[in-house]
């Protein structure tokens, strides 16, 4: 993998986005992974992005569900429905941008929607997604530099980068350690934190991390898969 391809994994299952009016319901379908109540909520925001083209918000908003339940798909191992979800979501958040092009998060899911194509087809989706992928995600660094999931979306590239490509564990935690420094309460940058504790054999501190996202987001399913994955001792 090229080093210009830094970003190209970036956000893939960082979906707990700081963002604000954000329905619980769908929070809620994400913890649980549960894509028919996504499906649902998906099918009632694109009625309401389709009666409003001019509302930024409802634009995001739909691709947000999207990116969630792009996720949701590669948590269960199904990189095709992620990758038709993360496709459904680009036309939303690319009108959100055009409507306002100054708001960070938009640019941020922007960068994050383009990094969750990527799994289902990595060479030829590489090179289509991955310079919006990188590209978007320093446009929403440049616009807000204490946007605390910009850094974890960051983080999550560095995580899947080898290091002699540039990336690797240190990097992705230094990223996700200034998204907690930003915003302590961030559940996604805990989860993350303890994802990539364990890749570096940091078993107890990986622990702690993962059990602190849950007591943040008690009810995040992957969080607990992931807590079951690491060593006791």
């Known amino acids: 993998m090229p080093p210009r391809l830094k970003f190209i994994l970036l956000g893939f299952a960082a979906a707990a986005i700081a963002a604000t009016n954000v329905d619980t319901a769908l929070v809620k379908a994400r913890d649980s992974q549960d ?3 996504l499906n649902t909520i998906i099918s009632q925001y694109k ?27 590669l948590e269960l191992k199904d990189k095709k429905d992620s990758e038709k979800y993360a ?31 990527i799994p289902a087809n990595p060479l030829l989706g590489a090179l289509k997604y991955g310079p919006c992928a990188r590209d978007e995600i320093n446009k929403a660094l440049e616009l807000d530099n204490k946007l605390a999931m910009a850094y974890v979306s960051r983080g999550v590239g560095n995580y899947y980068l080898p290091a002699q490509m540039g990336g690797g564990v240190d990097l992705a935690l230094k990223d996700i350690d200034r998204a907690i420094a930003i915003n302590p309460k961030l559940a996604e940058a805990y989860l993350w934190k303890g994802i ?32 079951a994955k690491v060593p006791s001792s």
């Not at 009666?51 to 918000?57: D, F, G, I, L, Q």
């Open 47 to 73: 009625q309401t992005a389709g009666a409003n083209p001019k509302s930024p918000e409802d634009q995001y908003r739909l691709a947000l569900a999207n990116s969630y339940a792009a996720e949701v798909a």
């Open 196 to 227: 990539a504790l364990r890749k570096a054999g940091r078993n107890r501190e990986a622990r702690q991390a993962l059990e602190r996202s849950l007591q943040l987001d008690p009810g995040r399913l992957w969080a607990k898969q992931e807590l």
């Open 87 to 117: 496709e459904a979501g680009i036309d939303p958040i690319r009108s959100a941008v055009s409507l306002d092009g100054s708001n960070a998060e938009y640019h941020r899911l922007y960068g994050q929607l383009c990094g969750q194509v």
């Open 35 to 37: 894509l028919k109540a």
